[in-house]
């Protein structure tokens, strides 16, 4: 697949701890158009991976958006140049509506004031975050009593109106309910006809139904890639994976130590 100005690219991306090497030499790359996850036992290095390309651990090697080098440089200089990332917890202001919030991602407001005064319109930006994410209805409502869900769809929504040219996810359906799990997948369909979608998750039935291509680390390494069905017949994933060549009927690996 042709790299574009949107497309992240890692190559021999390696970490080591104290003479750890928790990720040992991964490449993968990601494009706007399709969903990429990245799957692995626990252990296997997905969720450094994601810390190495936003900042938060140091690596060697490359990752690329479009022609800048993320590596080496400050997480606030990485967000600056268009990577947004989202944790397993939501990270939102849960006194404040999901207007507000987006308010505040959006850079519109420099003070607490300014959020309460009554406003002249809403930036078209974030009525195209609403209208994607889904949350239209629930623009004036405070973002803590938004279900799990919600609160996800809030944060990526928050990224969307930054102008996040790749989205990092890390294990966004954990603890939602099957319909909020489906109604995610197809957010981040809607999401990706645009921008590049990485997704780290351990639930399997999810990756089937919404992956477009797949990583599979292991042990800091990429064990297996391609499509769902690629990864899913190839002897190794299956043996790492349920410890046997057999058939693979798990849908959930359990969740990974950071």
Avoid at 53 to 71: F, H, N, P, V
Avoid at 78 to 95: H, K
Avoid at 233 to 240: A, H, K, T
Wanted: a negative charge; aromatic letters at 4%.
């Amino acid at each position: 697949m042709i790299a574009t100005e949107g497309s992240l690219v890692v190559t021999n991306l390696r970490v080591e701890f104290d003479g750890f090497v928790a990720v040992g030499g991964v490449s993968f790359d990601a494009h706007p158009g399709e969903v990429r996850f990245l799957i692995g036992p626990n252990g296997a290095g997905k969720t450094t991976c994601i810390d190495a390309i936003t900042g938060l651990s140091r690596g060697s090697g490359s990752a690329k958006l479009g022609d800048r080098e993320l590596l080496g440089k400050p997480a606030h200089k990485i967000v600056r140049l268009g990577v947004g990332r989202t944790f397993q917890t939501a990270s939102v202001f849960d006194e404040l509506t999901v207007l507000q919030n987006l308010d505040i991602a959006a850079g519109l407001h420099r003070s607490s004031l300014s959020l309460l005064r009554a406003r002249r319109g809403i930036d078209p930006a974030i009525e195209r975050a609403l209208e994607e994410s889904g949350l239209g209805a629930e623009r004036m409502t405070p973002a803590g009593i938004l279900s799990h869900g919600q609160k996800q769809w809030l944060e990526i929504a928050m990224l969307l109106v930054q102008d996040a040219k790749v989205l990092l996810l890390d294990e966004p359906v954990a603890g939602m309910s099957q319909d909020e799990r489906t109604a995610t997948g197809e957010l981040l369909g809607r999401v990706a006809a645009n921008r590049a979608v990485v997704v780290v998750e351990h639930d399997m039935d999810f990756m089937r139904r919404f992956a477009t291509r797949v990583t599979v680390l292991h042990q800091g390494r990429v064990l297996s890639e391609g499509s769902v069905s690629d990864v899913q017949s190839d002897p190794r994933v299956q043996e790492v994976y349920l410890g046997t060549a057999g058939a693979p009927s798990v849908t959930t690996i359990e969740g990974e130590t950071h």
